[in-house]
């Protein structure tokens, strides 16, 4: 068997000969799983007394989906991993598309079983500790089990908890499905029952990683070789594509390790180290609310602050001096090292609030420290294009989406406090129609183990700040959808209206009124109000018309109340409403099908 990795700039690395004669031993680690093997570990399903039996409906399905969900059903059966049942219990079954392959992924709805399972709060390692057991060491090597969960069996008098509806039957697994809510903790369970004599010592387990280092490659090859005999002593199957072995550089658990030790991960402070200067009153009464937010952990915060803060008065001229510029480098500084930055301790709970704006997401991995939160990492991202259009809710869940899978070294497999300023995840388990999007991301979520604390936006000041930094407000030109000719049209459909070239020439002047209300975009104006942005349309009746017929032609004809809610969430010019009467009065289509719309 001759096996590469892949460096990480996607060129193939040929693995030391040593190492790569040691894994040539095992070339039945490699084969795909099948069957149940007896262990000492099995997966329990703990009912909460008194609870309802959930049992969910059989979702719609393509006929290009009935023919995979056939296909998985018999390679499954074939696997000897599920059975055909009678259970009183009965999950949906729905599709997930996998994004690389462009195949599609059975996967099976337990979010009603997940609801009234006992939580088994696995105790996992302590991540610093598992981090100070490598210092010093010069090799290392990853090893990902294929189907991990299915090679863990369930104990048989709980297999029926596990039932799925699907077009062609009811059906139980006997293995450990994908998408319990304790199956993480089990898996690490089994794993530290069978490293346990060697745990520390040159291996160590987190979760799904299994890590081995040492000072030698003559260390590293007995200690390799130890642990893929007894992988294959207890009959476990390895992912050949997703090892590493025998590496002087790998990444574990957020943090590149290598005989020079340690180097943090910089996506952890990337979010605040590079937010842009203030460039209005709006912008920096943002940055401020965030950075006051720890005051407590900055020294002499309101001394530091007072350039910027003076920036905010209607009384005092916009003019950034060094001062200014000092204030903002010194406290983005300050949280961004161990001033207020913190380390992460593993016997508190972690708190991670998120929120989403039109134009980007943002979210804070924090601990309690006396009565404040001190932050252990930020992160923040623009929002992607295909995703602006969306809901409010389905903004929310990315950002939810993001932040767990961004901290799932922290997170996966701890009880943790997720704080949100929107009802996100009470709709998320309400939904029975999902988007394939969804679908991904509810699956993922799912298997975390988290109290949802509802927190009012005015109290979410870090997060929203974040999920609105001032470079992210160029993705708003991409949700409006504006081709080119119109984005020209548009500016110079400013320049001859009186009223808005009047506004431009304003924020242009750093007029602090202005600038708490409209903002310049790419040479676009936009109208902010309670947080929504809206496309400013100058007096161009050609321009108007194509707005309002995107409102109301492009969206089936609604009357006038439908209408103008499209038109309320987007644009905004001063006769608006009335138009918007107007058109729909005057609409041919509506006037011959709908006579009194």
Wanted: include cysteine.
């Amino acid at each position: 068997m001759y096996l590469v990795y892949v460096s990480a700039a996607g060129e193939p690395v040929k693995m030391p000969p040593e190492i790569e004669g040691v894994v040539a031993k095992y070339p039945n680690l490699f084969e795909e799983p099948t069957g149940v093997v007896e262990r000492e570990v099995v997966h329990v399903i703990e009912i909460i007394p008194g609870s309802s039996i959930p049992r969910g409906r059989i979702y719609r399905m393509s006929p290009g989906e009935l023919d995979e969900l056939r296909r998985q059903l018999k390679e499954l059966i074939e696997k000897g991993w599920i059975r055909p049942s009678v259970s009183p219990y009965g999950s949906p079954v729905l599709f997930v598309p996998k994004k690389k392959e462009g195949t599609l992924r059975m996967c099976i709805d337990y979010r009603g079983l997940n609801a009234i399972t006992v939580k088994n709060r696995e105790p996992l390692p302590r991540i610093d500790d598992l981090l100070d057991r490598v210092q010093g060491c010069r090799y290392f090597s990853k090893i990902d089990l294929k189907s991990e969960y299915h090679q863990i069996a369930i104990q048989p008098e709980n297999q029926h908890k596990t039932a799925f509806q699907t077009r062609y039957g009811l059906y139980e697994f006997v293995v450990m499905p994908f998408g319990l809510c304790n199956a993480l903790g089990t898996f690490q369970h089994a794993m530290n029952r069978i490293f346990h004599d060697y745990l520390d010592k040159f291996v160590v387990v987190y979760l799904d990683d299994i890590l081995i280092f040492s000072k030698t490659v003559e260390e590293h090859v007995a200690h390799l070789d130890k642990v893929l005999s007894l992988l294959r002593q207890h009959k476990f199957k390895i992912n050949g594509e997703k090892c590493e072995f025998g590496r002087t550089r790998i990444l574990y658990l957020g943090d590149e390790i290598s005989a020079e030790g340690l180097k943090p991960d910089d996506a952890k402070v990337a979010s605040i180290r590079d937010w842009p200067r203030p460039q209005s009153v709006t912008e920096m009464r943002s940055f401020l609310g965030m950075t006051g937010y720890y005051r407590t952990f900055v020294k002499n915060y309101s001394i530091v602050a007072a350039p910027l803060t003076d920036l905010t008065r209607l009384d005092t001229p916009w003019q950034w001096t060094d001062e200014c510029e000092a204030a903002f480098r010194h406290l983005k500084h300050a949280l961004t090292h161990y001033e207020v930055l913190k380390l992460p301790d593993p016997d508190k709970p972690f708190i991670v609030t998120t929120d989403a704006s039109q134009y980007g997401i943002g979210a804070v991995l924090a601990q309690q420290e006396r009565p404040k939160l001190r932050p252990v990492e930020y992160m923040s991202k623009k929002m992607p294009s295909q995703k602006l259009a969306k809901s409010t809710y389905e903004k929310e869940l990315y950002a939810v989406y993001k932040a767990l899978t961004h901290w799932r070294h922290y997170l996966l497999g701890r009880f943790f406090i997720l704080r949100t300023d929107h009802q996100t995840l009470r709709w998320m388990r309400t939904q029975s129609v999902l988007s394939d999007t969804l679908k991904r991301w509810i699956e993922v979520i799912e298997q975390y183990d988290f109290d949802p604390q509802y927190l009012k936006g005015e109290y979410n000041k870090v997060a929203d700040a974040l999920s609105r930094r001032p470079d992210f407000s160029g993705a708003l030109i991409t949700e409006f959808d504006l081709t080119d000719d119109v984005t020209q049209s548009l500016v110079e459909a400013y320049r001859q209206d009186q009223f808005m070239s009047e506004i431009i020439r304003r924020l242009e002047a750093k007029d602090k009124k202005t600038s708490a209300e409209f903002e310049l975009v790419n040479g676009l104006l936009f109208l902010e109000k309670a947080g929504n942005k809206r496309l400013c349309v100058p007096s161009s009746e050609s321009l108007r018309s194509l707005f309002l017929g995107e409102c109301h032609d492009a969206t089936g004809h609604f009357g006038y109340k439908k209408t103008a809610a499209n038109l309320l969430q987007r644009f905004w010019w001063p006769t608006m409403m009335k138009d918007a009467q107007l058109y729909v009065i005057t609409c041919q289509v509506c006037q011959r099908n709908k006579p009194r719309t």
